[in-house]
T-cell receptor, first 114, second 112 residues
């Protein structure tokens, strides 16, 4: 089945700096890709989604890049601020064993230092 | 309202005892999911209901049961809790064709 690897597991950057989180996946038939943000004690909240190959999505200070050829998904934070401190999870959707399934990465704990 | 609710938020259970976790959503979503999340691990899909049809993942088939009495509610049932069941349990829901899953805050289960 689908396997998703997310790097790095922990990331600490200074306020105003950039940060990049990357996921690679194995199923070439994967078709929807998501980034979720989880603050302490809170739900997983959908941050961004991307569907098309080599698509770039921007919003909330983040940019998502998808490269289906390399089976790589990245979340780029251009100018970190303290409110960005959270756990981030990528998730890949694929039709597997007769159903649409979401496979998650293990997450990245992002800490923004003042 | 895109809220998924879970009860209880924290649950303490004894080894060998049953556990029942509850999830609800009012978005009229046709699919509801249960995930297990342990520290430093990815959320792992346990089972999901599409309408009234239950699908349980092969590797956890015998460990978890579920019921969905109506569109809004879905439970996760553990017949006999073991130490390995200690985890965060996340409920999610989605509408067919949308693919976005909306997550609840989770129930933290501790088995002693």
């Amino acid at each position: 089945g689908e396997q998703v690897e997310q790097r790095p597991p922990h990331l600490s950057v200074r306020e105003g700096d950039s940060a990049v989180i990357t996921c690679t996946y194995t199923d070439p038939n994967s078709y929807y890709f998501f980034w979720y943000k989880q603050e302490p004690g809170a739900s997983l909240q959908l941050l961004m989604k991307v569907f098309s190959s080599t698509e770039i999505n921007e919003g909330q200070g983040f940019t998502v890049l998808l490269n289906k050829k390399d089976k790589r998904l990245s979340l780029n934070l251009t100018a970190a601020h303290p409110g960005d401190s959270a756990a981030y999870f990528c998730a890949v959707s694929a039709w597997t064993e007769g159903a649409d399934r979401l496979t998650f990465g293990k997450g990245t704990q992002l800490i923004i230092q003042p | 309202d895109t809220t998924v609710k879970q009860n209880p938020r924290y649950k303490l259970a004894r080894v060998g005892k049953p556990v029942n976790l509850i999830c609800s959503q009012t978005m009229n979503h046709d699919t509801m999911y249960w995930y297990q999340k342990k520290p430093n691990q990815a959320p792992k899909l346990l089972l999901f209901y599409y309408d009234k049809i239950l699908n349980r993942e092969a590797d956890t088939f015998e460990k978890f049961q579920s019921s969905r009495p109506n569109n809004s509610f879905c439970s996760l049932y553990i017949g006999s809790a073991g130490l390995e069941y200690s985890a965060m349990y996340l409920c999610a829901s989605s509408r067919v064709g949308n693919y976005e899953q909306y997550f609840g805050p989770g129930t933290r289960l501790t088995v002693l």
